[in-house]
């Protein structure tokens, strides 16, 4: 794993509600303050690679069961614009 991906990977294991909405808004992706709250609790510690398919697969389906699919549609968005090389 590069030092890139460590760091990005790293940001999300640890990202708060704030700092998730910052994304979002920044990449212009739809999250209210109420799901950014649920989706950044759920990640806190996690230690998921999102730059493995699987893992980041996983992770949107958890998403989707926390803060719904439309949600997890658009944190996928967010995951995929973070991950392109």
Do not use: C, W
């Not at 759920?42 to 699987?54: A, E, P, T």
């Amino acid at each position: 794993m590069t030092i890139f991906q460590s760091i990005i990977n790293h940001k999300i294991n640890t990202i708060t509600a704030e700092e998730l909405l910052k994304y979002a808004e920044q990449f212009n992706i739809s999250v209210t303050r109420q799901q950014a709250g649920k989706i950044a609790e759920y990640l806190r510690g996690k230690n998921v690679n999102i730059f493995d398919d699987s893992q980041r697969a996983q992770l949107i389906k958890e998403i989707a069961k926390t803060a719904g699919p439309t949600t997890a549609r658009e944190v996928n968005k967010l995951f995929t614009q973070l991950t392109k090389k």
